[in-house]
């Protein structure tokens, strides 16, 4: 079977259930598809805590995670991510 690298544009993909507002979607292993680096503003994560927001991303990503060895999840809602940017 053809061993399928997954790529930034489908991991954003699989994140839209979330309803984010923003997405950044970072391939941190020259292109092979193995580590990521997402941050993720949505304030479907207001009132849960980091460990339930990453749950949310991860279930989100399932049918890809066999294929990423490592996902780095920032999760913030719209005002942390109001914050952060200042």
Not at 8 to 29: F, I, N, Q
Request: with cysteine; glycine share 4%.
């Amino acid at each position: 079977s053809q061993f399928h690298m997954v790529n930034e544009s489908e991991v954003e993909a699989l994140l839209a259930p979330l309803e984010p507002l923003h997405t950044a979607v970072e391939d941190m292993s020259d292109g092979c598809g193995a580590k990521f680096d997402i941050l993720i503003v949505s304030d479907r994560f207001a009132g849960k805590r980091v460990l339930e927001r990453h749950r949310m991303v991860n279930d989100a990503l399932k049918e890809v995670m066999d294929t990423i060895h490592a996902v780095t999840i920032k999760a913030l809602t719209q005002e942390q991510w109001e914050k952060e940017k200042q």
